[in-house]
């Protein structure tokens, strides 16, 4: 599909999906892309030769710059939970996904390209202007529960509060703090990192691997549910949502957001 190209490569131990981010020239997703990317995960994952997944972005600049800002700030009030609530869905959908999965970040992941990687089993970033953040709480949204959850088991602990609130992070940063597993100095070691590092995870018997992911996530899987009610809350709220439409505004018009 034009969003989300799919190139299936047989590498040593099998074959691995590599799924190429391409919605806009910021690589920004809407609910409807999403709902996308997620069909195209489920066909390939149910493809019993395919192996793993590696998600990319052939943009020079960004990997993902998250939920796209026009959409949300044309998006009817009452249909606002369900557009930007879908990011956290997607999320829960990728935890759910055994296979190995890697996150190639070539670019800017802000957002929910943050959110993206953070599903993924590893991720590798090019060094760089580039960097890696939770920017939410900037658009005065709460972030999800689900999220703090996984970010608390990903990065070195003191440093979980700094990333739950905003921080962004160049790539060696980001590997300092545990987000990030390796850094590459240029694309095509970028490349050969992830492929490598593919190779050694399917030298484990995918029964294996994907038991053990699901027990790894098994707390995650648990507290699904109360955190997704708190989003739900969250998001009728009227000041969260006024102060997200403003910030969604401001950000298309390049100025600073006036919140309430």
């Known amino acids: 599909m034009a969003n989300f190209n799919v190139e299936k490569r047989n590498i040593k ?84 996904i055994h296979k190995p999965m890697i996150a190639e970040i070539g670019g800017y992941a802000m957002g929910g390209g943050a959110v993206i990687a953070l599903a993924c089993d590893y991720r590798f970033m090019l060094t760089g202007k580039a960097r890696v953040s939770f920017t939410e709480v900037f658009f005065g949204l709460p972030l999800p529960g689900v999220f703090i959850d996984k970010i608390k088991e990903t990065v070195l602990s003191q440093h979980v509060t700094d990333m739950i609130y905003g921080g962004a992070y160049k790539a060696e940063e980001a590997k300092m703090i545990g987000f990030i597993d390796e850094i590459a100095e240029d694309r095509d070691s970028l490349s050969d990192m ?47 949502q006024t102060n997200l439409y403003e910030a969604m505004k401001a950000f298309n018009e390049k100025r600073k957001p006036e919140f309430i």
């Open 13 to 96: 131990g099998g074959a691995v999906a590599y799924i190429g981010i391409a919605t806009n020239d910021q690589n920004s997703v809407t609910r409807t892309q999403l709902l996308e990317f997620k069909d195209v995960l489920t066909q390939l994952n149910s493809d019993p030769s395919i192996r793993g997944f590696v998600i990319h972005s052939k943009n020079e600049k960004f990997f993902c710059n998250g939920v796209d800002a026009q959409n949300i700030a044309n998006t009817p009030r009452e249909q606002l939970a369900e557009e930007m609530g879908e990011i956290v869905k997607f999320f829960v959908f990728l935890t759910k």
């Open 194 to 240: 992830v492929q490598k590092k593919m190779e050694n995870i399917l030298r484990i018997p995918t029964s294996a691997f994907e038991k053990t992911k699901e027990s790894r996530n098994i707390l995650l899987s648990k507290n699904e549910l109360e955190h997704m009610e708190a989003l739900k809350t969250n998001f009728a709220n009227p000041v969260i």
